[in-house]
């Protein structure tokens, strides 16, 4: 792995601009994410099967079932128009 990184080209490609602080703190984050990344590559995965979900279990979830609402009738009470059961607004495209 290098360690020389050009933070000011990585800076002007990321369209910041950063200081000599600023910039040395962004290498030290930099090699540290690439020695990260250099172990997470080195890792032994032969014979683990992925794992597609931390849960092993299924249907957690509630039961999709329709639920009460409002009739059209209190749904429009409160629109500024209506027209045939339905809410008229203000046109915004102009053709």
């Known amino acids: ?8 080209n990585v800076a002007w490609l ?3 601009s950063l200081d000599e ?3 040395e703190e962004l290498r030290k984050r930099i090699i540290k994410a690439r020695k990260l990344i250099d172990v997470l590559l080195k890792a032994q995965l032969e014979g683990i099967e992925p794992l597609y ?4 279990k299924e ?3 509630r039961a999709d079932k ?7 009738k209190a749904a429009l009470l409160n ?6 059961g ?10």
Not at 1 to 8: C, G, N, V, Y
């Open 86 to 95: 339905f809410i008229v607004a203000p046109r915004t495209v102009e053709e």
């Open 53 to 56: 979900h931390p849960i092993d």
């Open 59 to 61: 249907g957690l979830l």
């Open 79 to 84: 629109a500024a128009k209506t027209e045939k």
């Open 66 to 72: 329709p639920s009460k609402s409002l009739d059209n």
């Open 21 to 23: 602080e600023e910039a």
């Open 1 to 8: 792995m290098r360690d020389s990184i050009d933070i000011r």
């Open 14 to 16: 990321s369209r910041i």
